[in-house]
């Protein structure tokens, strides 16, 4: 597969946003994110070691930036698609409940 120009996969970034509570640069963290998940999804392998990680911080940029609710829903449905990334999510019980506070679409 032809090597996409992707950013590194912002392991550190999404510690921090969900473990820290510093959200400041969850723009970026989010591109690079969605970058990976859209153009590169075979690579995500590697990355489910994460997995806890990204499902919470989906979650809570979605609550902080409304106006990019269509772009989550992307990344989302599209890592809904893999096997290993919706068995993390369903393990995550804990999210589920936070779902349930986001906007309808996303929970789908």
């Given at each position: 597969?032809?090597?996409?120009?992707?950013?590194?996969?912002?392991?550190?970034?999404?510690?921090?946003?969900?473990?820290?509570?510093?959200?400041?640069?969850?723009?970026?963290?989010?591109?690079?994110?969605?970058?990976?998940?859209?153009?590169?999804?075979?690579?995500?392998?590697?990355?489910?070691?994460?997995?806890?990680?990204?499902?919470?911080?989906?979650?809570?940029?979605?609550?902080?930036?409304?106006?990019?609710?269509?772009?989550v829903i992307e990344v989302v449905?599209?890592?809904?698609?893999?096997?290993?990334?919706r068995g993390s999510?369903?393990?995550?019980?804990?999210?589920?409940?936070?779902?349930?506070?986001?906007?309808?679409?996303?929970?789908?």
């Open positions: 597969s032809a090597m996409v120009d992707l950013p590194p996969w912002p392991s550190q970034g999404l510690r921090s946003c969900v473990c820290d509570g510093r959200w400041s640069d969850d723009l970026e963290i989010f591109d690079g994110v969605r970058k990976h998940v859209l153009r590169a999804p075979e690579g995500l392998a590697e990355q489910c070691a994460d997995a806890g990680h990204l499902w919470a911080f989906l979650i809570g940029f979605s609550e902080h930036h409304k106006l990019q609710k269509q772009r449905n599209k890592l809904m698609t893999m096997e290993t990334w999510y369903k393990e995550k019980r804990e999210l589920h409940a936070k779902v349930k506070v986001l906007p309808d679409d996303v929970q789908e």
